[in-house]
């Protein structure tokens, strides 16, 4: 009786410390489970929104795709034109619409509510590392605003003042009728305005290329992180 007395302590020691071990287990393997309930919610968020992003990629790359065929269109209504002036060819009313098409430009503007959103969030999301680093490289580069508004102030600036004294009016993708076209014909001003319209855009067209490359790189690489 004596020897079971004894006992009973160590038997009690040895229950408790069992307890406590499941305990620990239990909490143990209910951490596990919410970090991976955890690592699963963000897998799926890190998911979506590179889905939305890749989206985003490929209506910018459509939208200066556009812009490429719509400053090719102006470039060649300006070399028409020039073509005309240098020959010394007659007015035709066929000008008249090279005239408006020459004077056209894109503004793109890379509208990107899914990038704005991760930042808000936290990059960290992505967990690839060379997906995060071009996203800032690609949205982070402010080069194409710059141009946007150089742009602006050209044809608002020193276009648009040229053309009251030349044209009756002008009207965006209408024609327009030259008051004179002897006159306008013999103006430097007109012919320096086309010429740099032409090196404008062509310089548009390069640096628009290399951001649909960028952009279209980019998308191939959410496509592989995807399908892992």
């Not at 044209?167 to 002897?182: A, C, D, I, L």
């Not at 306008?184 to 740099?196: A, E, F, P």
Request: charged share 25%; aromatic share 12%.
């Amino acid at each position: 009786m004596k020897l079971a007395a004894e006992n009973k302590p160590v038997k009690y020691m040895r229950y408790a410390i069992g307890e406590i071990v499941l305990v620990v287990i239990g909490i143990v393997i209910a951490l596990q489970i919410n970090n991976w309930n955890e690592n699963r919610k963000e897998a799926i968020f890190e998911k979506k929104v590179l889905k939305e992003i890749q989206s985003s990629l490929r209506d910018n790359i459509n939208f200066l795709n556009r812009g490429i065929r719509r400053n090719n269109a102006a470039i060649y209504s300006c070399r028409i034109i020039l073509n005309h002036f240098e020959k010394n060819l007659p007015y035709h009313d066929s000008l008249d619409y090279h005239f408006s098409v020459s004077l056209e430009w894109f503004r793109p503007s890379m509208n990107n509510p899914a990038y704005e959103g991760l930042k808000s969030y936290g990059l960290h999301v992505i967990k690839n590392d060379t997906i995060r680093e071009k996203l800032a490289d690609i949205y982070e580069w402010e080069y194409m605003e710059i141009l946007n508004e150089r742009q602006d102030e050209y044809f608002f600036g020193t276009i648009a003042p040229i053309l009251t004294e030349l044209f009756e009016s002008y009207k965006v993708r209408g024609p327009m009728k030259p008051y004179n076209y002897t006159k306008l014909k013999d103006s430097k001003k007109y012919q320096h305005i086309l010429r740099t319209l032409i090196s404008n855009r062509e310089h548009q067209n390069v640096y628009w290329n290399i951001i649909i490359n960028s952009r279209q790189e980019l998308v191939n690489l959410i496509d592989e992180e995807l399908t892992k």
